[in-house]
């Protein structure tokens, strides 16, 4: 069986400077990050645009503060399901999908099904969403969670240095 490569979009110095400075703020007018990229405003939004176009920026959004808004407690949830054919694990994802306090969810190998990252206000809210969300499940077969401490990096960034 062979899979088919995945193709990568060429990126020259310039997008990188712009990807660089959108991951940290992406919130800079087009004339801000044009000065800091060294570009000219149309050619840098003609190539935010295409970033834009081809996938390579997926999203633009705002990282807001789970301590400020009082949701600090942080789950990092194993989940081993009992049967693990592939539209279980398809079903079991799409819960994931629908659940807000699920914050990411992947799907790992060996080990556990499923890691997921939930963030809640507190251990009641824990325990509704463990209920809710997973031993309600009746292909659920083990749930494990540590919980944060403390955290001492989070970033959102990727690497898109040559």
Do not use: W
Request: aromatic share 4%; net charge negative; glycine share 2%.
């Amino acid at each position: 069986m062979h899979s088919t490569p995945i193709s990568l979009p060429e990126l020259d110095d310039l997008d990188r400077r712009i990807l660089e400075q959108l991951q940290e703020d992406s919130s800079l007018t087009n004339q801000d990050l044009a000065q800091r990229v060294h570009a000219s405003p149309p050619t840098c939004l003609r190539r935010v645009r295409r970033l834009v176009d081809e996938g390579v920026i997926d999203r633009q959004v705002a990282i807001l503060s789970a301590e400020k808004l009082g949701s600090t407690l942080t789950a990092i949830v194993e989940i081993t399901l009992d049967v693990q054919a592939a539209e279980r694990l398809d079903e079991f994802e799409r819960s994931m999908l629908t659940e807000r306090a699920v914050l990411q969810c992947y799907r790992v190998s060996p080990g556990p099904d499923f890691v997921v990252i939930a963030q809640v206000k507190d251990m009641p809210a824990y325990h509704a969403l463990v209920h809710r969300a997973f031993t309600a499940q009746a292909n659920v077969r083990n749930v494990r969670t540590f919980f944060s401490v403390h955290r001492a990096k989070f970033e959102t960034r990727i690497d898109v240095r040559a």
